[in-house]
């Protein structure tokens, strides 16, 4: 028997220049999706290859653009808009004593506030219709803490709850909230990091200095970031699980780490649950 085609949905996916949010649109797309990608620079949209694919501007460090990116979205899709991917997003790998204040904000303004100024217009959208998903690219590093990273985890696991206090509050609109939580995914998420890290901690200076050498000889590695690392169609599994689905779930674990990180969280006490993290981060090498 042949499937069932999915209902078209229209939705708007950020941080679509590369990686899981370029390989979401596409994906979505060709099910028959109504995709609105956004970029974040002007740069990115003048060499957008996917002409079937509408994209729009939307820097999520500046709420103009947010603004008009999603007025731009919704004059595009006649006003409604069924689901909304937060994607966009950086690493800043670093020791937590070497995180100034700048460094931390420019990790939150990016990976968590703008996601949420975004997400806040359009719930009266998706309210107002009395349907809606919202669909948040959460990680591993949002349920487990890893050395060096902390910039980075206090974002995701600021996340987490500020996206399973809003499904609560949302209970009942029509409206679902799900968080996708990947463990090490094929993308530029390194050179990217890589660039932050550059940029923000005081490598050569540092007590840390002898570890951030092997960081960034990491970053700038080529090849898999980390053992079971997967393509971005993994993740695009669990978005269109997410965005199809009738009762789509709150979360959605992607690759083995997240699942194992997720069991082992449950079952073991703090200390063994360090034990186990700093081993499998190589002591914050890796």
């Known amino acids: 028997m042949a499937k069932t085609p999915p209902i078209p949905r229209s939705i708007l996916i950020t941080g679509c220049s590369s990686g899981i949010g370029l390989c979401v649109a596409r994906g979505l797309a060709d099910r028959g999706h109504r995709v609105i990608a956004s970029v974040r620079r002007t740069e990115d949209i ?19 653009t947010i603004d008009e990116g999603l007025a731009a979205t919704l004059h595009l899709t006649g006003g409604r808009l069924d689901a909304l991917f937060n994607n966009g997003a ?48 959460s990680s591993v590093l949002g349920i487990a803490a890893l050395p060096f990273r902390g ?23 029509g409206i679902a909230v799900s968080l996708i939580e990947p463990g090490p995914i094929e993308s530029r998420f390194r050179a990217n990091a890589e660039a932050a890290f550059t940029r923000f901690i005081p490598i050569e200076t540092s007590i840390h200095a002898p570890a951030y050498r092997k960081q960034q000889a990491r970053l700038s590695k080529p090849g898999p970031a980390a053992p079971f690392t997967l393509p971005p169609e993994a993740v695009l599994k669990r978005v269109i699980h997410a965005l199809e689905a009738t009762h789509p ?13 997720a069991a082992l969280r449950r079952l073991l006490p703090t200390r063994a649950m360090d034990w186990v993290l700093l081993k499998a981060s190589g002591g914050g090498k890796r």
């Open 46 to 64: 003048a060499c957008w290859p996917h002409g079937d694919i509408p994209v729009v501007q939307i820097d999520l460090n500046d709420d103009a």
């Open 151 to 173: 910039a980075y985890v206090a974002s995701k696991f600021a996340l987490e709850g500020l996206s399973d206090t809003l499904r609560m509050e949302l209970k009942g609109t």
């Open 90 to 137: 950086f690493g800043l790998p670093g020791a937590v004593e070497d995180l100034s204040r700048e460094a931390l904000r420019a990790q939150f303004e990016t990976n968590l506030f703008g996601w949420q100024v975004l997400t806040n217009r359009v719930i009266p959208l998706m309210r107002a219709q009395g349907f809606g998903r919202i669909i948040q690219n």
């Open 249 to 261: 779930n709150a979360r959605y674990p992607v690759t083995f780490p997240t699942y194992l990180f």
